[in-house]
């Protein structure tokens, strides 16, 4: 299970592939990765922006259908295991990550990573 950023970001969209632990079986299609487009205001009607800051599931699942492609079903989100729906709230969470954060973030884990 793995995240990648796509490097070609189009008309100012982000977006973010997320490899599936757990493929989701659709009829004879097997999706194995979904990807992730930064959620655009009318994506985030009737959610608290503050809920998915805090990655509260609930926001997760209703945001997941409105940003995913190939797009998921709502039932599909709800029936993402534990492990792919972390993985993907921390995606989500990170649309939402200033420029300062993303540079501090990013400093911590060079810091530990290993030296060679």
């Known amino acids: ?17 997320v490899t599936l632990a757990t493929p989701i079986i659709r009829g004879e299609t ?3 990765s979904i990807t992730l487009k930064k959620p655009m205001g ?3 009607r009737g ?5 998915l800051l805090q990655t509260d599931v609930t926001a997760i699942l209703k945001v997941i259908p409105r940003i995913s492609n190939p797009p998921l079903l709502q039932d ?22 200033t420029p300062a954060e993303r540079t501090a973030l990013e400093a ?9």
Do not use: C
């Open 76 to 97: 599909e989100a709800d029936r993402l295991p534990a492990d792919d729906l972390a993985q993907i709230g921390g995606t989500i969470r990170g649309f939402f990550l």
């Open 1 to 17: 299970m793995a995240t990648q950023p796509d490097t070609a970001a189009q008309n100012g969209l982000v977006f973010e592939t």
């Open 42 to 44: 009318g994506e985030l």
């Open 47 to 51: 959610l608290a922006l503050q809920d």
């Open 108 to 116: 911590m884990i060079a810091e530990h990573l290993p030296k060679t």
């Open 30 to 32: 097997h999706i194995t």
